[in-house]
């Protein structure tokens, strides 16, 4: 079946530490993206990228990095400069960026931060 | 920026009322706005909307948008438990290096007992 895997689901990490979250789709989409959520305050965007070797800052890219080496995979680094990291974690995608469809979604990490 | 402002931000019904979830939004380039479900993980599409006063019905679930006065409503009737959930709301914009990407709102978390 075609999807998006997220993992892992839940994560635990030390305070200063980098972590990185891993985003696979065999979907064959062009675009991916990562979206942070909190407690009443929606989907924010942290990165986007909409073809290989290429991404751009959504609205809160600061203190997480990301890469796009290749088409199904769209990682995510929370480093140590992130001043809030706990969180839950979206990737989605979509065919390309002109696309008609909505996003398909992962089904998300729960990043804890202690 | 675009702005996206979603009402009432929590909702409790019993089985069988009507709802009504507001949605307004400010953009500079507007391409679509998409209705999400979300009910522990992964958001669900269930709408997308790009006409002025076409609705879309899937089911007890409908949705219209007005883009003169720039907002849209998600209408379910006859709730039922299953229906509880966050309903997320987000705009698509049309322009430039953003193309594609959605800004969402804050999210309606509707509770239905029974």
């Known amino acids: 079946d075609g999807g998006i895997t997220q993992s892992p689901k839940y994560l635990f990490r030390k305070e200063g530490q980098n972590v990185t979250l891993s985003c696979e789709q065999n979907l064959n989409h062009d675009a991916m993206y990562w979206y942070r959520q909190d407690p009443g305050q929606g989907l924010r965007l942290i990165y986007y990228?909409?073809?290989?070797?290429?991404?751009q800052k959504g609205d809160i890219a600061e203190g997480y990095s990301v890469s796009r080496e290749k088409k199904e995979s769209f990682p995510l680094t929370v480093t140590s400069a992130q001043k809030n990291p706990t969180a839950f974690y979206l990737c989605?995608?979509?065919?390309?960026?002109?696309?008609?469809?909505?996003?398909?979604f992962g089904s998300g990490t729960r990043l804890t931060v202690v | 920026e675009d702005k996206v402002v979603q009402s009432p931000l929590s909702l409790v019904v019993h089985e069988g009322d009507t709802v009504t979830l507001n949605c307004s939004y400010e953009?500079?380039?507007?391409?679509?706005l998409l209705w999400y479900k979300q009910e522990k993980k992964a958001p669900t599409f269930l709408f997308m909307l790009t006409s002025s006063g076409i609705e879309k019905k899937s089911g007890r679930l409908s949705s219209i948008l007005d883009k003169k006065e720039l907002f849209s409503i998600l209408n379910i009737t006859a709730t039922q438990t299953g229906d509880s959930a966050i309903y997320l709301c987000?705009?698509?914009?049309?322009?430039?290096?953003?193309?594609?990407?959605?800004?969402f709102g804050q999210g309606t978390i509707l509770t239905v007992h029974p």
């Open positions: 987000a705009l698509a914009n049309a322009g430039g290096t953003s193309y594609g990407k959605l800004t």
């Open positions: 953009v500079t380039n507007f391409r679509s």
């Open positions: 990228s909409q073809i290989v070797n290429d991404f």
């Open positions: 989605a995608s979509r065919p390309h960026r002109d696309s008609n469809y909505g996003y398909t």
